[in-house]
């Protein structure tokens, strides 16, 4: 579910930067590493428990 997010935000920063709109795009690819980020760690917590 937060992969899916992280790939919803990282499309819209890309059709945001190809449209121009700087200031949304790096709002939403920010919003994407961290959402990635985040999926990343508790995928590690999950195997390790």
């Not at 997010?5 to 590493?33: D, E, H, N, Q, Y």
């Not at 961290?34 to 195997?47: E, G, K, P, Q, T």
Request: glycine share 6%; hydrophobic share 80%; aromatic share 18%.
């Amino acid at each position: 579910m937060l992969l899916e997010w992280a790939l919803i935000f990282l499309v819209v920063a890309l059709a945001a930067a190809f449209f121009g709109f700087r200031g949304v795009a790096g709002t939403a690819t920010s919003i994407a590493k961290v959402l990635f980020f985040v999926f990343v760690i508790l995928f590690i917590v999950s195997l390790i428990l």
